[in-house]
């Protein structure tokens, strides 16, 4: 892979999360029915390509970078109770791709 390539790919990534950071109103829950990710799945690969760089990385440091500030905060000031209809894709979902 070209450096030039691994760039764009990092272009790419900050740009999605940019997005993900611009688009709040948009929840895990609703990322996992539609996409069968969401940030906590972007952090954990984050952190899993340090790893295989032999660079240690916390799960909540890895957070911190998809959500741009920790966790917690984040779930505080945005994350909203799933509704019975959101669980109730969110298991389809699942059937669906397990």
């Not at 940019?18 to 609703?30: E, F, P």
């Not at 920790?70 to 959101?86: G, L, V």
Request: with cysteine.
């Amino acid at each position: 892979m070209s450096a030039s390539t691994v760039e764009l790919e990092a272009a790419a990534f900050r740009r999605l999360l940019a997005h993900l950071n611009a688009r709040t109103d948009v929840q895990n829950i609703d990322l996992m029915i539609t996409a069968g990710f969401c940030r906590n799945c972007l952090a954990d690969w984050y952190r899993e390509a340090a790893a295989e760089r032999g660079v240690e990385l916390s799960k909540d440091d890895a957070r911190e970078r998809v959500y741009g500030m920790p966790f917690a905060q984040w779930k505080a000031q945005h994350q909203k109770d799933a509704t019975p209809e959101q669980l109730a894709a969110f298991e389809r979902a699942q059937k669906a791709h397990g």
